[in-house]
């Protein structure tokens, strides 16, 4: 499959589940300002929501693990962001001036990593410990669980208490 192909495959799953309603929980998490520190951070809104897609916050190319000390694991499968294809195109005006244009002509497919799928240093926004209070929550029957979440947040909850 070319890279023409795989942008196609990235673009018609977003829509398809637009279409369908079948948007996962995952995309709750793009409405959350994502840590500045991070490429993923940068990102169009479309490859954010092919992020959480791939059931992450924080996803990286190849050697921009390597640059934050982390490994690939093996086995690990990459999943597709949307790069543009850009051209330069050169024009020259009626008073004889020339003037550079790019133009996207279409889009590739560049493969990224999620954190979840690296070992290394660890990254700035993970817990080295349970937050405190855990033993409280799980006396209120709440279920806690962590997950790699680069965000200014530490975490979120959802529900009612009950007392």
């Not at 018609?12 to 309603?21: A, N, P, Y």
């Not at 086995?75 to 001036?97: N, Q, Y």
């Not at 493969?111 to 080295?128: H, I, K, N, Q, S």
């Amino acid at each position: 499959m070319n890279d023409t192909e795989k942008a196609k495959v990235c673009l018609q799953r977003i829509v398809e589940l637009f279409k369908d309603g079948n948007i996962p929980k995952a995309l709750t998490v793009a409405t959350i300002p994502p840590q500045s520190d991070i490429p993923s951070a940068k990102w169009s809104v479309s490859n954010r929501v092919l992020q959480f897609l791939a059931d992450t916050s924080d996803a990286r190319g190849f050697r921009q693990w390597q640059k934050a000390a982390r490994k690939v694991k093996k086995g690990a499968k990459a999943f597709c962001i949307l790069g543009p294809k850009a051209r330069t195109v050169k024009e020259t005006d009626d008073a004889g001036v020339e003037t550079e244009k790019v133009i996207v002509t279409g889009f590739h497919a560049i493969p990224v990593f999620r954190a979840e799928d690296t070992d290394g240093e660890p990254l700035p926004y993970e817990p080295a410990t349970p937050p405190p209070l855990v033993d409280v929550a799980e006396h209120f029957g709440l279920s806690v669980s962590y997950q790699t979440f680069a965000s200014k947040y530490y975490g979120y909850y959802q529900g009612v208490l009950n007392f």
